[in-house]
């Protein structure tokens, strides 16, 4: 709420005898506590020492002009500011208010939609403190907690208050943590106006978060000046700790028929309710909203003398019903909306809707052919609720547990229904998205779609005179040049792989595939193949492909192999990796090679069978693009890129995660060697022999030498 408070003298003078606990500037923050605390102008500098994702308290004392006030000119003026070009917050004076601003948008581009922006969900805020008034001297804060969805600040003790929504679990307030204090804003990146905190750099955005409308404070040195910049809030000096929780959605009229919160503490003695405290008014309102020129509708209003924490008021809601609370402490007796009086933040809630509220959604389902896969949902409803299982598609397709493979079953206990869609022998028709549609006599919710997949060899190119798909799903290629018949020669093992491919004489005989997704149902993928790498660099530059997926809509990953034989996997926003040094390919020799991507963002890479990387941050696009064999994909004349060059055996891809075991399994069926699959575990470490175990052997090997010393000179090896 937007209500404005001026406290009395008394409370300032309780503020002001425990400055050394609570803080010159703002009650209940320590000024030994600041990241920042600074009393000359400052321009652009990386003064804060420490990084925030969630909490933030900016703190002024200045004296605006006239000029700074002004509502004649579009921008606004920097007061305090801690960020960078794409994250960032701070106060700021425009059209003759102090506003706290808040952006969290690496491109810059974030702003908020108006003046009075309480939804963080576009990565922006705007929030009004308070009036500037010009040629005085004026003390400001501004308190912003995301988790908490709350914000509050006071103008010389006139305070206002925010509910937030729209926190997404994350937010960067401070990005680089450059700090600009009544500054200049010069001679920042490319010789622009520095880093731009919570301003935004795109030339569409209003002039008063456009960081070319930018002013600085006229006269900044005039009185006494001081910043300070917390990396935490402490709203525990208002009225806190809400109960429904400020923000809670789904909130049952049934289970919670009161209002509970806690009394504002004393600034002085942190944790000890504030001693001038005599009671406590409540306002609800049924409609809200935070800019003063707009009229919020009352719903209820009651007063709850002074008493032990937590404070309760009998109140009872309907379904639907969203609600926005507000407590106003009462200071020695004083009636409602006296200066003398605490007014705390605007709480909200939501209750429970009328429709079903869905409590779980289903999980994504993969298995094999012929398998059986379940899903479940969960929801609440307060009157009687039915279910359908919906195949989403253009038609949709409800579910009927009259096909013998569709079971659909349920439980109720009161207001909370589970529901499960088993499918059996599931085939490559059953895969797809699907949804739990719940409905009663007020309407229905759809949970989110989840996908069910069918694990299998999705593309398998033997290689045997052509690039054909022998895996039954299509995915034939077309080599971009036609390999001439003395490129087909013998494969890995002719009796058992029949052909491959020699790319030696034309490394342009790599292939695509028409575009297909092929991790889009399971969330995985595995890619194997054999190599007898020549040892050649790419024409196209140092890596090479083997396996890649490139498409216009910049869904990228690629399996390669360096110019030095080195193994290399890639996709959108991830790290490059590979394999060690000690495994890289030897030109003229057979190699298994396998990288699989599993569903939790883990990429295996695998040499003859043996497990020789690990990446815990990949994930291959499930994008639809054509996918390229023995090369990285196509040039702007139609070329292919980086083909490789070798010769190339039994190319197979799946959309599941190949354990150890099946990429042994493949490796053993060609060679009848065993392996080692694990060559570089710690539990290995005191194999000496290299059998794949560490037993007595090792130690014989270890004790062979037990004692004997090869220092020069001999003399000291003298123990």
Excluded at 208 to 218: E, G, K, L, P, S
Aim: some cysteine.
């Amino acid at each position: 709420m937007n209500a404005k408070i001026k406290l009395l003298t008394i409370l300032f003078a309780c503020f002001i005898a425990g400055f050394a606990a609570a803080g010159d500037i703002v009650p209940g923050l320590d000024d030994a506590a600041a990241e920042y605390d600074g009393t000359t102008p400052l321009d652009n500098a990386n003064t804060v020492t420490a990084n925030t994702s969630y909490k933030t308290t900016f703190a002024v004392v200045c004296t605006p002009s006239a000029d700074d006030i002004s509502n004649s000119y579009s921008g606004s003026v920097v007061v305090l500011e801690n960020g960078g070009n794409g994250n960032g917050s701070g106060i700021y004076i425009t059209n003759g208010m102090y506003v706290f601003y808040a952006k969290d948008d690496g491109s810059g581009n974030a702003y908020p939609s108006g003046m009075y922006d309480t939804d963080l969900s576009d990565n922006s805020i705007s929030l009004p403190v308070g009036a500037a008034v010009a040629d005085t001297e004026q003390t400001v804060y501004f308190a912003y907690d995301a988790p908490a969805g709350q914000g509050y600040g006071e103008v010389d003790g006139e305070a206002v208050s925010y509910s937030v929504t729209g926190f997404d679990g994350q937010i960067d307030l401070s990005g680089s943590r450059t700090v600009t204090f009544l500054g200049t804003h010069e001679g920042g990146i490319a010789g622009g106006p520095g880093n731009l905190g919570a301003m935004t750099g795109n030339s569409e955005a209003p002039d008063i978060y456009n960081t070319a409308n930018i002013r600085t404070f006229t006269n900044p040195v005039v009185g006494n000046i001081r910043a300070q910049i917390f990396y935490d809030v402490n709203f525990d000096v208002l009225p806190n700790d809400p109960s429904p929780a400020n923000g809670e959605i789904d909130v049952d009229p049934d289970a919670v028929t009161q209002l509970q919160f806690d009394a504002a503490e004393d600034p002085e003695n942190p944790g000890f309710v504030n001693p001038n405290i005599t009671g406590h008014f409540i306002t609800v309102y049924s409609s809200y909203s935070p800019d003063p020129n707009q009229a919020n509708t009352v719903d209820f209003e009651t007063f709850v003398a002074a008493g032990n924490d937590p404070l309760t008021v009998p109140y009872s809601f309907q379904l639907g019903d969203e609600l926005y609370w507000q407590v106003e402490e009462q200071i020695g007796g004083a009636s409602k909306g006296d200066s003398a009086n605490i007014t705390g933040p605007v709480w909200s809630f939501t209750a429970l809707p009328a429709i079903p509220v869905i409590d779980s959604q289903p999980a994504d389902a993969a298995g094999f052919a012929g398998e059986t896969l379940s899903m479940s949902c969960e929801f609440t409803s307060k009157s009687p609720a039915n279910v359908f299982w919906v195949k989403a598609g253009e038609p949709e397709i409800i579910l009927d547990d009259a096909d013998p493979d569709i079971t659909i079953s349920g439980s109720q206990h009161g207001d909370s229904y589970v529901s499960t869609l088993e499918v059996a022998n599931i085939e490559i028709a059953d895969q797809g998205e699907y949804l739990c549609r719940v409905g009663n006599a007020d309407g229905s919710v759809d949970t989110a779609s989840a996908k069910l997949g069918v694990k299998r060899t999705i593309g398998y190119w033997p290689l045997d005179g052509d690039y054909t798909d022998a895996s039954g799903e299509g995915h034939d290629a077309d080599p971009n040049i036609v390999p001439q018949p003395e490129q087909w020669v013998d494969g890995v093992d002719p009796a058992k792989t029949g052909q491959a491919l020699d790319t030696v004489p034309e490394p342009f005989a790599a292939a695509v595939t028409q575009p297909f997704a092929p991790a889009a149902y399971t969330n995985e993928m595995s890619i194997s193949l054999w190599v007898k790498w020549s040892g050649e660099e790419s024409p196209g530059g140092f890596w090479a492909g083997l396996v890649s997926s490139t498409g216009e809509n910049g869904n990228n990953w690629f399996f390669e192999l360096s110019a030095d034989g080195q193994l290399h996997a890639n996709a959108p926003g991830y790290d490059a990796w590979g394999n060690l040094d000690a495994d890289k390919l030897t030109p003229g020799e057979w190699t298994h090679v396998a990288l699989v991507n599993e569903a939790g963002e883990v990429g295996k890479m695998y040499i003859n069978g043996a497990l020789v990387a690990v990446d815990e941050t990949y994930q291959v696009s499930k994008a639809e693009n054509p996918v390229y064999l023995l090369c990285n994909g196509i040039l702007a004349d139609g070329t292919l890129d980086r083909p490789a060059v070798g010769v190339f055996d039994e190319i197979k891809m799946y959309n599941y995660a190949l354990t150890g075991e099946e990429i042994v399994a493949e490796y053993y069926d060609i060679t009848g060697e065993t392996v080692c699959t694990d060559p570089y575990s710690s539990d290995l470490q005191f194999d000496i022999n290299g059998d794949c175990e560490v037993t007595l052997a090792d130690f014989a090997v270890f004790a062979a030498d037990w004692g004997e010393c090869n220092l020069l000179p001999s003399s000291a090896c003298d123990f």
